[in-house]
Each structure stands twice: as C-alpha cells, then as structure tokens.
C-alpha cells in the first residue's frame, strides 16, 4: 500500500462550469419558492378568498416570469406598485398592502333639484 505524501495537495475537483454556476447555486432556493406561491394559491382558493385583489396582482405578476421578455424583476415590482405620481386627497389610513388596488370611485354628487 503506498503512503500518502503529506507534502502534496489532493487533487481539486473540476471547476464547474461558471455560466451553469448560476442555476447551480439558486436552483433549489428558487424551487422552495415557487413551491411556496404554489402552496399560498391552494390555500386561498381553499377559503375562499383566491379573488382578493392581492391574489390577482400575483397572478398578473406570475404571467410575467413565464413571457420571455428580460427585466422580469423590474416589471414584476411596476406590476405590484402604485403607478400613479399625485397623493390621494384622502388618506385611506392604511399600510403598504404588497399591491395596488385602483381606488374605488368617489360616488357623484346628488343634483340640486
């Protein structure tokens, strides 16, 4: 049986390919969270609630990932984000909701008879 030279170093594994080191490093990251919206989908369609205007926001956002189009993370953050650039006249005294909801409309005032 030969004798291993402490002097010398093993040899390293190959490098991996650096353009695959991408998927390699956030593949199963990435999967637990798709797994996870996933998971989110099924619960509130179980109670009920899959037409709450959030749900629909990460719909129309999750139609994103999949259009081929790049700056998918940009596009999808404007998709959930107010558009608009004048403050409400009316606070609604709410938080940050995760998505926009287009204000309901102010009913008309009565006309003077």
């Keep these: 049986m030969a004798k291993k030279n402490p002097q010398r170093p093993a ?7 650096p353009v695959r080191a991408v998927v390699d490093h956030g593949f ?48 999808i953050l404007e998709s959930l984000s107010d558009p608009t650039t004048r ?5 609604s005294g709410k938080a940050a909701l995760g ?3 287009k204000p309901a409309a102010l009913p008309k005032p009565k006309a003077k008879r």
Excluded: N, T
Excluded at 11 to 17: E, I, Q, R, S, Y
């Design 28 to 75: 199963i990251a990435v999967r637990a969270k798709l797994i996870e919206v996933a998971a989110f989908f099924d619960r509130a369609e179980r109670h009920g609630v899959a037409d709450d205007f959030r749900c629909a926001a990460l719909r129309r956002a999750a139609k994103l990932l999949c259009d081929g189009r790049p700056e998918r993370a940009r596009r």
């Design 87 to 91: 403050p409400e006249l009316v606070s």
């Design 11 to 17: 040899p390293l594994a190959p490098v991996a390919d």
């Design 99 to 101: 998505a926009w909801r």
